[in-house]
């Protein structure tokens, strides 16, 4: 008969084990409890480590390593103070930085406890399936994402070359680069301290798609007094560089299977915005006088859009004359053509007057163009200009609000100063100098070592320079060679996308010095006397 004073055999044998877990954890308690000091051996601070932090170091490196298993407790502040002869104020300021970190937990009344899940198990994702997995279908790309992986190989091969080079010292001849070592650094350090005390709110807020105003009045001022560009301040946006407006240009004017005039050889980024949006290159020759118009209008009669260098042409440094600017324009007036006007290098000039932007000749409202700030300062900074023509600064500035929304403002106002200050036109006048000094060096070195093997082009503006190669020398067996004796020259035929490939090299003067130059020559010549 039933007694309920009498548990069953099931509920004897699950009370006595719940009697034996109430025993073992009261024991683990105790234990825990008398524990001491650390079942841990740590190694010296290293010299200069705060005590603090060497202690969290090795702490968290024992939990790491399982030495101080999750749950774990630890020895009381006191005890680890007496243990290692530190402050107790040390001790404290340990744990705290462990339990900021969630390797620790504190519970009151007993102590501090390893935790039972750490931070790092958190950051590592699980794995599912096994390796016998079948992979998974890969992402399908948009149209846009194919021709960017498609890119022939003339257009992209600049764009996908490793940046590497650019990161280390510079040599001769580094092409692209300005003189860093020559920009004021510690001036443009005080001009952001300046702004960044005094930063207001509003700043901090954010600002207009088109940029910041202040900016955008500086550089309406600059480009109509140094470049004889005729805008207002409404047509200026902010942007991060040339690229920008080439992708943002792209996107707007261009549908798949546009033709896009691109000088022969041209600026290889350029091409890549262009045909990334589906356009078809157009290659036209350049000749003494810039863009072949002729030339162009006999191969590719109706293009959507002309891509020109005029100031400067990349790479071959020609400047478009006066005569070829006016018919260019005329030329795009009737053929409802829109020019986009890459104002290359525009700032340094050495010789000859200077020619007015296209943009300044202008009466139709056909002509984009765009600068930037990376050669006149340094490439980190990341800032540039469109000018747009009236009836498109809307559009621009829609597009603008959807892809960016507005670039970074702090170094817009820091800019603004280091320009409304005057700073900005005090260095570009000293640069002008200084590389109108190293371009005389190249020129000089390149006569005595380099006559009959290499012919050096007048140039009148910019940071780069030409050296035809004699015939049946390859450029690119040349870079190879040269770049075994630490000497950057680039073969002119990368920047080419037709079937032309012309002969010559590369080389920049603005980066390195006069003696960087002079090896660099000397190198050179070693390497054409050879294949000479």
Same mark, same amino acid.
């Given at each position: 008969?039933?007694?309920?004073?009498?548990?069953?055999?099931?509920?004897?044998?699950?009370?006595?084990?719940?009697?034996?877990?109430?025993?073992?954890?009261?024991?683990?308690?105790?234990?825990?409890?008398?524990?001491?000091?650390?079942?841990?051996?740590?190694?010296?601070?290293?010299?200069?480590?705060?005590?603090?932090?060497?202690?969290?170091?090795?702490?968290?490196?024992?939990?790491?390593?399982?030495?101080?298993?999750?749950?774990?407790?630890?020895?009381?502040?006191? $005890?680890?103070?007496?243990?290692?002869?530190?402050?107790?104020?040390?001790?404290?300021?340990?744990?705290?930085?462990?339990?900021?970190?969630?390797?620790?937990?504190?519970?009151?009344?007993?102590?501090?406890?390893?935790?039972?899940?750490?931070? $790092?198990?958190?950051?590592?994702?699980?794995?599912?399936?096994?390796?016998?997995?079948?992979?998974?279908?890969?992402?399908?790309?948009?149209?846009?994402?194919?021709?960017?992986?498609?890119?022939?190989?003339?257009?992209?091969?600049?764009?996908?070359?490793?940046?590497?080079?650019?990161?280390?010292?510079?040599?001769?001849?580094?092409?692209?680069?300005?003189?860093?070592?020559?920009?004021?650094?510690?001036?443009?350090?005080?001009?952001?301290?300046?702004?960044?005390?005094?930063?207001?709110?509003?700043?901090?807020?954010?600002?207009?798609?088109?940029?910041?105003?202040?900016?955008? $009045?500086?550089?309406?001022?600059?480009?109509?007094?140094?470049?004889?560009?005729?805008?207002?301040?409404?047509?200026?946006?902010?942007?991060?560089?040339?690229?920008?407006?080439?992708?943002?240009?792209?996107?707007?004017?261009?549908?798949?299977?546009?033709?896009?005039?691109?000088?022969?050889?041209?600026?290889?980024?350029?091409?890549?915005?262009?045909?990334?949006?589906?356009?078809?290159?157009?290659?036209?020759?350049?000749?003494?006088?810039?863009?072949?118009?002729?030339?162009?209008?006999?191969?590719?009669?109706?293009?959507?859009?002309?891509?020109?260098?005029?100031?400067?042409?990349?790479?071959?440094?020609?400047?478009?004359?006066?005569?070829?600017?006016?018919?260019?324009?005329?030329?795009?007036?009737?053929?409802?053509?829109?020019?986009?006007?890459?104002?290359?290098?525009?700032?340094?000039?050495?010789?000859?007057?200077?020619?007015?932007?296209?943009?300044?000749?202008?009466?139709?409202?056909?002509?984009?163009?765009?600068?930037?700030?990376?050669?006149?300062?340094?490439?980190?900074?990341?800032?540039?200009?469109?000018?747009?023509?009236?009836?498109?600064?809307?559009?621009?500035?829609?597009?603008?609000?959807?892809?960016?929304?507005?670039?970074?403002?702090?170094?817009?106002?820091?800019?603004?100063?280091?320009?409304?200050?005057?700073?900005?036109?005090?260095?570009?006048?000293?640069?002008?100098?200084?590389?109108?000094?190293?371009?005389?060096?190249?020129?000089?070195?390149?006569?005595?070592?380099?006559?009959?093997?290499?012919?050096?082009?007048?140039?009148?503006?910019?940071?780069?320079?030409?050296?035809?190669?004699?015939?049946?020398?390859?450029?690119?067996?040349?870079?190879?060679?040269?770049?075994?004796?630490?000497?950057?020259?680039?073969?002119?035929?990368?920047?080419?996308?037709?079937?032309?490939?012309?002969?010559?090299?590369?080389?920049?003067?603005?980066?390195? $010095?006069?003696?960087?130059?002079?090896?660099?020559?000397?190198?050179?010549?070693?390497?054409?006397?050879?294949?000479?």
């Amino acid at each position: 008969m039933y007694n309920p004073c009498i548990p069953l055999l099931g509920e004897t044998e699950g009370l006595n084990r719940s009697l034996q877990r109430l025993r073992e954890e009261r024991k683990e308690n105790l234990m825990a409890k008398k524990l001491s000091t650390l079942p841990l051996s740590l190694r010296g601070p290293k010299l200069g480590t705060p005590l603090y932090r060497w202690l969290y170091e090795e702490l968290r490196t024992g939990i790491l390593a399982g030495k101080l298993r999750p749950g774990m407790r630890l020895p009381a502040t006191r $005890d680890l103070a007496a243990q290692y002869r530190l402050s107790r104020p040390t001790i404290v300021a340990a744990f705290e930085q462990l339990r900021s970190e969630g390797y620790v937990e504190g519970r009151v009344g007993s102590g501090t406890y390893v935790s039972q899940t750490l931070p $790092d198990d958190l950051l590592q994702a699980p794995r599912t399936g096994s390796a016998g997995t079948k992979r998974r279908r890969p992402i399908a790309l948009s149209a846009y994402a194919k021709r960017l992986r498609s890119s022939p190989r003339e257009v992209a091969r600049d764009t996908l070359r490793s940046r590497t080079a650019r990161n280390s010292a510079p040599r001769a001849f580094r092409a692209g680069q300005p003189a860093l070592d020559a920009f004021p650094a510690d001036l443009w350090a005080q001009v952001a301290t300046r702004r960044l005390r005094r930063v207001s709110t509003n700043l901090l807020a954010g600002g207009e798609a088109l940029g910041y105003r202040p900016l955008r $009045d500086a550089v309406a001022e600059y480009l109509n007094t140094s470049r004889g560009v005729s805008c207002s301040a409404e047509q200026v946006l902010i942007i991060s560089g040339v690229q920008e407006a080439l992708d943002r240009t792209a996107h707007l004017l261009l549908n798949p299977g546009d033709p896009v005039w691109m000088e022969e050889p041209g600026y290889p980024r350029a091409a890549s915005s262009f045909f990334a949006v589906g356009a078809k290159i157009c290659p036209v020759p350049v000749d003494a006088e810039g863009l072949d118009l002729a030339a162009g209008e006999r191969r590719w009669p109706r293009p959507r859009l002309v891509y020109v260098t005029p100031a400067h042409q990349f790479p071959l440094g020609v400047t478009m004359s006066l005569r070829r600017r006016l018919s260019l324009l005329e030329w795009a007036r009737k053929s409802h053509t829109i020019i986009f006007e890459d104002d290359y290098d525009s700032e340094y000039r050495y010789s000859g007057r200077p020619v007015p932007a296209l943009q300044g000749l202008d009466r139709a409202g056909v002509v984009i163009y765009a600068g930037s700030f990376t050669d006149a300062l340094f490439p980190a900074l990341r800032l540039g200009y469109l000018v747009a023509p009236p009836d498109m600064v809307d559009i621009f500035g829609a597009a603008a609000s959807v892809s960016t929304h507005h670039p970074p403002l702090i170094d817009q106002a820091i800019l603004c100063d280091f320009i409304v200050e005057g700073h900005f036109a005090r260095h570009v006048r000293r640069m002008r100098e200084l590389y109108a000094e190293r371009l005389g060096v190249l020129v000089n070195a390149a006569r005595e070592r380099l006559a009959g093997l290499l012919e050096i082009s007048d140039v009148e503006a910019g940071l780069r320079t030409v050296g035809w190669l004699r015939r049946g020398i390859s450029a690119e067996r040349v870079a190879k060679a040269a770049a075994e004796r630490d000497v950057e020259v680039v073969p002119l035929g990368r920047y080419a996308y037709g079937r032309s490939r012309p002969n010559g090299l590369v080389l920049g003067f603005a980066a390195v $010095d006069g003696r960087e130059l002079r090896r660099g020559v000397e190198e050179l010549a070693g390497v054409l006397e050879k294949y000479a």
